[in-house]
């Protein structure tokens, strides 16, 4: 399957969810709370917003402007009819672009947010691309996959080794925030609630009209197969892995 095309046909199926990974209210609150209170005069900048659940999320739980970034116009659109539904539009803004080729001064942002897509960089590329786009002593919060536990399963880490093979430990990645150039100001592992309930849930509601819309393509059927492997796995194995989020500051 090309890249394009797969692509295209997970953005169709994601169009049908509130969320495009593991999330929920509480634990952007609760990741909003390890920094300091953002006003008016601030900014934050969401990078690979989705459709934009976190977002509202972070409008509706603080004062700062927002700027919401995503490579799918689909998403992009989203999050602007959120922002306009919640009386929102003169502080958000939604516009399309690559999270590895962000067009933004030095020095733009108080606080970068992204929950769930740092990975398609990787971790710590993601935090050194980003780091020059933060104030003096900016924070950033992200939600990244993690080993829980210190024994894992032959079919976690084959699973794994294809989907994203830096996976590592909280502690792992605690440090390469550090070397990064960050303070850590905290960490938290996502409840098994918001994969199943706030992610898994939807997704698993979506399938079907997905599958009578491609009943005969080869490449939604791989979709299909690829999104049924991953919801089945973190069911069988969810104290094996899961996201953490984690909050730091730029030294």
């Known amino acids: 399957m090309e890249s394009n095309r797969m692509l295209e046909l997970l953005f169709e199926l994601y169009s049908e969810t509130p969320r495009q990974g593991p999330g929920n209210t509480w634990c952007t609150r609760k990741a909003l709370e390890m920094i300091p209170e953002l006003t008016e005069q ?36 989203s999050v602007s009819k959120t922002a306009a539904r919640d009386g929102q539009s003169h502080r958000v803004t939604a516009r399309v672009g690559d999270m590895t080729k962000l067009q933004f001064e030095d020095g733009a942002f108080d606080l970068i947010w992204s929950e769930g897509a740092i990975y398609i960089m990787g971790l710590q590329a993601g935090l050194t691309a980003w780091q020059p786009l933060l104030k003096d002593n900016g924070h950033v919060a992200v939600s990244h996959i993690c080993w829980l536990a210190d024994e894992i399963p032959p079919e976690c880490a084959e699973y794994w080794q ?29 409840p098994q609630q918001a994969w199943l309930e706030e992610y898994y849930q939807p997704l698993e509601q979506a399938l079907p009209k997905f599958k009578s819309r491609h009943p005969n393509d080869a ?21 094996v892995y899961g996201y953490a989020f984690f909050i730091a500051k730029r030294k």
């Open 42 to 77: 601030q900014t934050i900048l969401d990078v690979g917003s989705g459709s934009g659940a976190q977002t509202a999320d972070l409008w509706r739980n603080t004062s700062a402007a927002i700027v919401a970034v995503d490579i799918f116009q689909g998403f992009v659109d």
């Open 162 to 190: 294809r989907e994203y093979p830096d996976i590592t430990t909280i502690e792992c990645n605690l440090n390469i925030f550090e070397q990064c150039g960050y303070d850590n100001i905290g960490h938290f592992p996502l």
């Open 219 to 239: 490449d939604a059927r791989a979709v299909i197969e690829m999104t049924e492997e991953e919801i089945t796995l973190y069911r069988k194995y969810p104290d």
